[in-house]
């Protein structure tokens, strides 16, 4: 009887495990929330479970895991202080909260609030990204475990990538900055196990004109072939990296366009086609996965050289693409071609978060706190609720136990429907 208790007891945390949300659009990055649950309806009293009062505003994400949900907070308005908070998932109530001294204050957007990056846990630790401030790592109870100073990352526009964990490693895109690279750490100590800067792709007219480039794509990992790939969009190409040593696999060129050099968005993965989007109405693009160095010629299916100006992440769901754009519409596409099957509002205001499935549906909250609800449907926007919050935002939602948690620049919300 007793082994039998202890196989139920591994199934049900096996099950609680997966229904975590433990990085930056979820378990794999890819914005596909596990479990068959989630609520469809709300607003800023309808469904709330529960509401705490945040210090600032922040664009970064919460994550959920072990029954606590997981931010990170700026606590001045210089950004001189950065903290990772944890909340209890049930009562929202504040466990512990961990500060990072940082003697300056950093440029950045007032667009883009300081802390616009996800955590990132394994169940055991919980890793968050500082940018300047640096790379830290704390258990789950807050004890902090390492933490590492990558240097100074400076952008007019500040830093918003998140950390990826893969088989014992956090794997890190530094973002904007003079000497831009990924990188691997190990979970358990923090020293690095690869790393492979990035090198600056503008001639020297650019420079002088200090021509825009910057990268704040969060990077998405990938099986190809007996290889694990780390995918990301760079300023002016598209690079797999293997994530066991670091070095390139193979890199696709056509990011740039007239407004810079540019990545914002994470890559979509639609079975053997990489998708992805530019910044500031630069290109999309989809790349057959596979090759090895330049893969431009050989691998690249489309580009399709001018789109709409895009900050969030898209979701690939039977067969299509659904992709936000900045202005809140709503773009289905077909990875074959990069045809976009229809565009559509969804929504008034702009739009910065990106699009979660989630119990079938998708999942989209723009900047005035309205989350569309929407049916997959490649022949138009099927929308099945418009739920309001009233409180503005840049965030993208997080969906575990059958509740979905919003970060906006106000509150940390729990939403429940009753059973």
């Not at 969030?312 to 900045?326: E, K, L, N, Q, R």
């Not at 706190?369 to 935002?393: H, S």
């Given at each position: 009887?007793?082994?039998?208790?202890?196989?139920?007891?591994?199934?049900?945390?096996?099950?609680?495990?997966?229904?975590?949300?433990?990085?930056?659009?979820?378990?794999?990055?890819?914005?596909?929330?596990?479990?068959?649950?989630?609520?469809?309806?709300?607003?800023?009293?309808?469904?709330?479970?529960?509401?705490?009062p945040?210090?600032?505003?922040?664009?970064?994400?919460?994550?959920?895991?072990?029954?606590?949900?997981?931010?990170?907070?700026?606590?001045?308005?210089?950004?001189?202080?950065?903290?990772?908070?944890?909340?209890?998932?049930?009562?929202?109530?504040?466990?512990?909260?961990?500060?990072?001294?940082?003697?300056?204050?950093m440029?950045?957007?007032?667009?883009?609030?300081?802390?616009?990056?996800?955590?990132?846990?394994?169940?055991?630790?919980?890793?968050?990204?500082?940018?300047?401030?640096g790379?830290?790592?704390?258990?789950?109870?807050?004890?902090?475990?390492?933490?590492?100073?990558?240097?100074?990352?400076?952008?007019?526009?500040?830093?918003?990538?998140?950390?990826?964990?893969?088989?014992?490693?956090?794997?890190?895109?530094?973002?904007?900055?003079?000497?831009?690279?990924?990188?691997?750490?190990?979970?358990?100590?923090?020293?690095?196990?690869w790393?492979?800067?990035?090198?600056?792709?503008?001639?020297?007219?650019?420079?002088?004109?200090?021509?825009?480039?910057?990268?704040?794509?969060?990077?998405?990992?990938?099986?190809?072939?007996?290889?694990?790939?780390?995918?990301?969009?760079?300023?002016?190409?598209?690079?797999?990296?293997?994530?066991?040593?670091?070095?390139?696999?193979?890199?696709?060129?056509?990011?740039?366009?007239?407004?810079?050099?540019?990545?914002?968005?994470?890559?979509?993965?639609?079975?053997?086609?990489?998708?992805?989007?530019?910044?500031?109405?630069?290109?999309?693009?989809?790349?057959?996965?596979?090759?090895?160095?330049?893969?431009?010629?050989?691998?690249?299916?489309?580009?399709?050289?001018?789109?709409?100006?895009?900050?969030?992440?898209?979701?690939?769901?039977?067969?299509?693409?659904?992709?936000?754009?900045?202005?809140?519409?709503?773009?289905?596409v077909?990875?074959?071609?990069?045809e976009?099957?229809?565009?559509?509002?969804?929504?008034r205001?702009?739009?910065?978060?990106?699009?979660?499935?989630?119990?079938?549906?998708?999942?989209?909250?723009?900047?005035?706190?309205?989350?569309?609800?929407?049916?997959?449907?490649?022949?138009?926007?099927?929308?099945?609720?418009?739920?309001?919050?009233?409180?503005?935002?840049?965030?993208?939602?997080?969906?575990?136990?059958?509740?979905?948690f919003?970060?906006?620049?106000?509150?940390?919300?729990?939403?429940?429907e009753?059973?």
């Amino acid at each position: 009887m007793h082994r039998y208790l202890v196989l139920w007891l591994a199934l049900v945390s096996s099950d609680l495990v997966a229904q975590d949300w433990p990085a930056f659009r979820g378990p794999r990055g890819d914005g596909m929330a596990p479990g068959a649950t989630a609520p469809i309806r709300w607003d800023g009293t309808r469904n709330v479970k529960w509401k705490v009062p945040l210090p600032r505003a922040a664009n970064g994400s919460p994550i959920v895991v072990g029954g606590r949900v997981f931010l990170a907070v700026p606590e001045d308005e210089e950004g001189k202080r950065r903290s990772l908070r944890c909340h209890d998932s049930e009562t929202g109530a504040l466990i512990w909260r961990r500060t990072v001294a940082f003697g300056q204050a950093m440029p950045t957007h007032q667009s883009n609030p300081y802390c616009g990056t996800t955590p990132a846990s394994d169940g055991k630790r919980v890793v968050v990204w500082h940018a300047s401030a640096g790379l830290h790592c704390y258990d789950l109870d807050g004890a902090e475990l390492w933490s590492r100073d990558l240097g100074e990352f400076r952008h007019q526009w500040g830093y918003g990538t998140s950390p990826v964990l893969h088989q014992g490693k956090v794997i890190l895109n530094t973002g904007p900055g003079e000497t831009p690279f990924v990188a691997a750490f190990d979970i358990e100590t923090g020293k690095t196990i690869w790393r492979t800067d990035e090198p600056d792709h503008r001639d020297e007219d650019a420079r002088r004109k200090k021509r825009l480039v910057g990268s704040w794509c969060t990077p998405m990992i990938t099986k190809a072939g007996d290889r694990d790939l780390v995918i990301c969009s760079q300023p002016t190409r598209v690079v797999a990296y293997n994530a066991d040593d670091g070095k390139v696999a193979w890199w696709c060129g056509g990011m740039s366009c007239e407004k810079g050099d540019l990545a914002y968005s994470s890559p979509i993965i639609a079975k053997d086609v990489c998708m992805v989007r530019a910044g500031y109405v630069g290109p999309s693009m989809g790349i057959r996965l596979g090759g090895e160095g330049s893969v431009t010629d050989s691998h690249r299916l489309w580009r399709h050289p001018k789109q709409k100006s895009n900050v969030g992440s898209g979701v690939f769901v039977d067969g299509h693409v659904y992709m936000p754009d900045m202005d809140s519409f709503v773009t289905c596409v077909d990875t074959k071609t990069g045809e976009r099957l229809w565009t559509e509002r969804a929504g008034r205001g702009e739009c910065w978060g990106s699009i979660v499935h989630a119990a079938g549906r998708l999942y989209l909250m723009n900047q005035r706190g309205d989350t569309v609800v929407f049916r997959p449907n490649p022949k138009k926007l099927d929308v099945i609720a418009t739920n309001p919050l009233g409180e503005p935002t840049n965030s993208t939602p997080a969906f575990a136990g059958g509740h979905v948690f919003l970060r906006t620049h106000k509150h940390l919300f729990c939403i429940a429907e009753p059973e």
